[in-house]
T-cell receptor, first 115, second 107 residues
Framework: DAGVIQSPRHEVTEMGQEVTLRCKPI?????LFWYRQTMMRGLELLIY????????DSGMPEDRFSAKMPNASFSTLKIQPSEPRDSAVYFC?????????????FGPGTRLTVL | AQRVTQPEKLLSVFKGAPVELKCNYS??????LFWYVQYSRQRLQLLLR??SRESIKGFTADLNKGETSFHLKKPFAQEEDSAMYYC?????????FGQGTRLTINP
């Protein structure tokens, strides 16, 4: 298994543009998490899904951010319009379930730079 | 809300010296705590969890409810321990991470 797959690995865009980040969780995992990592704030949970249903999106910073999980093997995180302060590394993670005993497996991350 | 605090953003020690990465949490109940590690050019991965009471790569972490701490320790640091370390707690069905500590082991 290749683990959690994220694309693109790097994204450079201009302020105001739409950005779409993609994630493929580990096959058989029922929970998927989106995190953002910055120097100032560390690692923050943005949203998580269980069985493709969004359970908690309280970490989504504002309406410019949206996430979908149309099926068990794919999720997207969209920023529209993007702003320079959105520059960060975005991680996707998956786990067997949403229980505390289930290890979260992280993808390699997408480094986003908004100019 | 649960908070996880890692007071040191950077920590540098010499090879062979003891290492302690600090983590404090704020939770009145029985917390479930974890340490995650990210080595250079590798993915963030689980290092250990307190419920397992295990030692991984020579690291241990003991939950101290009196001090609300879950410090990560290793008696003799190795160069390959250089990495970013995150303490995390399980709350409301999600992981809450500290800000992380970058550990550098000097030869």
């Amino acid at each position: 298994d290749a683990g959690v797959i994220q694309s693109p690995r790097h994204e450079v865009t201009e302020m105001g543009q739409e950005v779409t980040l993609r994630c493929k969780p580990i096959s058989g995992h029922n929970s998927l998490f989106w995190y953002r990592q910055t120097m100032m704030r560390g690692l923050e949970l943005l949203i998580y899904f269980n069985n493709n249903v969004p359970i908690d999106d309280s970490g989504m910073p504002e309406d410019r951010f949206s996430a979908k999980m149309p099926n068990a093997s794919f999720s997207t995180l969209k920023i529209q319009p993007s702003e320079p302060r959105d520059s960060a590394v975005y991680f996707c993670a998956s786990s067997l379930s949403r229980g505390s005993g289930d290890t979260q497996y992280f993808g390699p991350g997408t480094r986003l730079t908004v100019l | 809300a649960q908070r996880v605090t890692q007071p040191e953003k950077l920590l540098s020690v010499f090879k062979g010296a003891p290492v302690e990465l600090k983590c404090n949490y704020s939770y009145s109940g029985s917390p479930e705590l974890f340490w995650y590690v990210q080595y250079s050019r590798q993915r963030l991965q689980l290092l250990l969890r307190h419920i397992s009471r295990e030692s991984i790569k020579g690291f241990t972490a003991d939950l101290n409810k009196g001090e609300t701490s879950f410090h990560l320790k290793k008696p003799f640091a190795q160069e390959e321990d250089s990495a970013m370390y995150y303490c995390a707690s399980w709350e409301a069905q999600k992981l809450v991470f500290g800000q992380g500590t970058r550990l550098t082991i000097n030869p």
